[in-house]
């Protein structure tokens, strides 16, 4: 049984290295304890049911083995489209303070979506997260890819209570040091080790991605166990759901400046450079000359 290291929001600043520690090189996961109010977790609950009640089966992950159980998983992809709780949700002040020093401050949001696995419902194939999330390939990946820097920071919202029994995500503490795809030979290690992110709703585990992971078996009879995904990128890393064409105008046009961030509509590239006017847009000595222009 392993305790996640639970945040002191109200002492940030002190706690965290040991934070950030524990993302990288300690056990992988943290968890802010009621980081959320019951009536945003009630509200967000309500959302993802009525559109995962009522949309088509949408696109999931890790369930190549589950093809007569599947329907029992459903996804809700683009929150930011399905209600403004989720707007809300993606920029939680300390989270945003977390992922800033783990990612980089420009860091930008890859996905938002929700997981709802009901009662006789399939856990998945232990894996890595995305970028990291097809490594089995691993003749597409760069010579030396290691662990000793983060591409990923996962946050998954917790609606209703994760237990053993409702099928609370299971990981490998210390995993991520071993930047690779778990093959089927380390599933029996896996299974054998791995430690539970167990909660009640309101609480938010933040994870590392390289962490080997899964959802475990809904096994209750009456338990739907839901939660919202949140996956946080470096900003040079190209974000798995395209939030720049796929959120709506009214979305965009009320975003705070923490939002536009995460959408990655402040970051400029990929762009078609021979449209741009001939001036320096990059360097150091450009990056002090607009600094020095906004200070006077």
């Known amino acids: 049984m392993t305790d996640l290291l639970e945040v002191d929001v109200h002492d940030l600043d002190t706690q965290m290295p040991e934070l950030l520690n524990e993302l990288l090189t300690g056990t992988g996961a943290i968890v802010i304890r009621q980081a959320f109010s019951a009536a945003e977790i009630a509200e967000a609950r309500r959302l993802i049911h009525h559109y995962s009640d009522t ?10 083995a589950n093809a007569d159980t599947i329907h029992l ?4 992809w683009n929150l930011l ?7 809300q949700m993606v920029q939680h002040p300390a989270v945003m303070e977390i992922v800033g020093r783990f990612l980089g401050s420009a ?5 938002v979506a929700a997981n709802r696995l009901l009662p006789g419902g399939p856990g998945q194939e232990p894996h890595v997260d995305y970028p990291y999330w ?3 390939k691993r003749n597409e990946f760069p010579m030396n890819f290691n662990s000793s820097f983060p591409l990923n920071a996962q946050a998954t919202i ?9 099928g609370a995500t299971a990981f490998l503490p210390n995993s991520q040091g071993d930047l690779r795809y778990p093959d089927e030979h380390d599933r029996k290690h896996f299974f054998e080790y791995a430690a539970r992110m167990t909660g009640e709703p309101g609480d938010c585990v933040i994870f590392n ?6 959802a475990m078996p809904n096994v209750s009879h009456d338990v739907d166990r839901t939660g919202v995904l949140i996956e946080y990128l470096p900003k040079f890393i190209a974000p798995l759901e395209d939030l720049r064409r796929g959120v709506r105008a009214d979305v965009v046009e009320r975003a705070t ?3 536009r961030q995460l959408m990655a509509l402040e970051y400029p590239y990929p762009e078609i450079l021979d449209d741009n006017t001939g001036e320096a847009t990059i360097g150091r000595d450009v990056d002090a000359e607009s600094h020095s222009a906004i200070e006077a």
Do not use: A
């Open 55 to 64: 949309e088509g089966d949408k696109e999931t992950h890790f369930q190549g």
């Open 81 to 87: 489209n399905k209600g403004e709780v989720f707007e």
């Open 158 to 166: 917790l609606l209703d209570p994760f237990t053993p029994e409702s």
């Open 107 to 111: 860091f930008i949001m890859g996905s």
């Open 134 to 136: 097809d490594m089995y």
């Open 73 to 76: 998983q459903r996804r809700v």
């Open 257 to 259: 400046p923490m939002l």
């Open 209 to 214: 991605g390289m962490c080997w992971h899964c």
